[in-house]
């Protein structure tokens, strides 16, 4: 009888010290202040912000879509958007070999071949994943290519 009864005992001791251990875990965690949110470049309509130019939290930061909204074929304007969302990085303490994925909106699909010679090595040699699509209606304002990034810090 005595063996089962330490038996019981052990197996109850040992559930007692896990939930106590967990509920100090979980203390500790709460402890823990959040990560704060930055924002940089905010745009504001009729004096209220509307939205940033990249947002950073914790190691990520996320940069909203860049266009170029001046004269120039495909190529001018994707060097000029990749050179944006790179001093959009560096200003939040990244740099384009740290993006993840890239988002590319094209005003015309035609342009994927053009938009590619340009944009290839501009990420280092592990270069992010990419999704891009044709805008329907068109990229907003004159750009004809507008990308957005999320890299890590």
Do not use: W
């Not at 019981?8 to 704060?36: H, M, N, W």
């Not at 914790?58 to 990749?82: C, Q, S």
């Not at 740099?95 to 010679?117: C, G, I, R």
């Amino acid at each position: 009888m005595k063996p089962q009864r330490r038996s019981i005992l052990k197996r109850l001791f040992a559930s007692v010290a896990g939930v106590t251990g967990l509920g100090v875990a979980t203390t500790a965690a709460k402890a823990e202040a959040a990560p704060e949110k930055e924002v940089f470049n905010v745009v504001t309509e009729q004096d209220v912000p509307l939205f940033s130019g990249s947002t950073k939290m914790g190691n990520l930061v996320f940069v909203a879509g860049k266009g170029y909204h001046k004269d120039g074929d495909i190529k001018v304007h994707t060097d000029e958007v990749l050179k944006e969302l790179e001093k959009e990085l560096i200003k939040a303490g990244s740099s384009m070999e740290k993006v993840l994925k890239v988002t590319v909106f094209l005003h015309d699909l035609n342009d994927y071949k053009a938009m590619n010679e340009v944009y290839k090595g501009r990420f280092g040699s592990k270069p992010p994943v990419r999704t891009t699509v044709a805008v329907y209606g068109g990229v907003p304002g004159a750009s004809l290519v507008e990308m957005d990034c999320i890299a890590y810090i």
